[in-house]
């Protein structure tokens, strides 16, 4: 099975049905041979933004959404102290700290990422996505 990192805006578009994005990107999420990892930097973007009234996503205030992740089929990653110490590494090309999580996950397990953001491209990794 194919293992692919949504990051943290596509994983958003895709639960909000949001025209954003591309069916190509919907298709690769929605693929039964491919496996959608997310990472819990992801979710912890997601909580932060609603938080500060940046983002309206009424499952971030779940204590379940992890598990509703789950039974979406996607699997959720923790942050391991390897990947924080490989973004911490990174060039700073991109100054996010979550995407540069997300970038040092893709490039640990050698997955693509599938994101709109075309600093990704900046690093190793590959990026699905327009």
């Given at each position: 099975?194919?293992?692919?990192?949504?990051?943290?805006?596509?994983?958003l578009?895709?639960l909000?049905n949001?025209?954003?994005?591309?069916?190509?990107?919907?298709?690769?999420?929605?693929d039964p041979?491919?496996?959608?990892?997310v990472?819990?930097?992801s979710?912890?973007?997601?909580?932060?933004?609603?938080?500060?009234?940046?983002?309206?996503?009424?499952p971030?205030?779940?204590?379940?959404?992890?598990?509703?992740?789950?039974?979406?089929g996607?699997?959720?990653?923790?942050?391991?102290?390897?990947?924080?110490?490989?973004?911490?590494?990174?060039?700073?090309?991109?100054?996010?700290?979550?995407?540069?999580?997300?970038?040092?996950?893709?490039?640990?397990?050698?997955?693509?990422?599938l994101?709109?953001?075309?600093?990704?491209?900046?690093?190793?990794?590959e990026?699905?996505?327009?």
């Amino acid at each position: 099975m194919i293992e692919q990192l949504l990051d943290t805006r596509v994983l958003l578009f895709f639960l909000q049905n949001d025209p954003r994005l591309s069916e190509d990107i919907a298709r690769h999420i929605e693929d039964p041979n491919r496996r959608s990892l997310v990472s819990m930097a992801s979710l912890w973007e997601l909580t932060q933004k609603e938080a500060l009234g940046l983002l309206l996503f009424e499952p971030t205030k779940r204590t379940d959404l992890p598990h509703l992740l789950l039974q979406e089929g996607f699997e959720i990653l923790p942050i391991e102290w390897s990947t924080i110490h490989r973004a911490a590494s990174l060039p700073l090309h991109h100054h996010d700290p979550t995407d540069r999580l997300l970038i040092a996950e893709a490039i640990s397990r050698n997955i693509p990422i599938l994101s709109l953001d075309k600093h990704f491209d900046l690093y190793p990794i590959e990026r699905l996505g327009a």
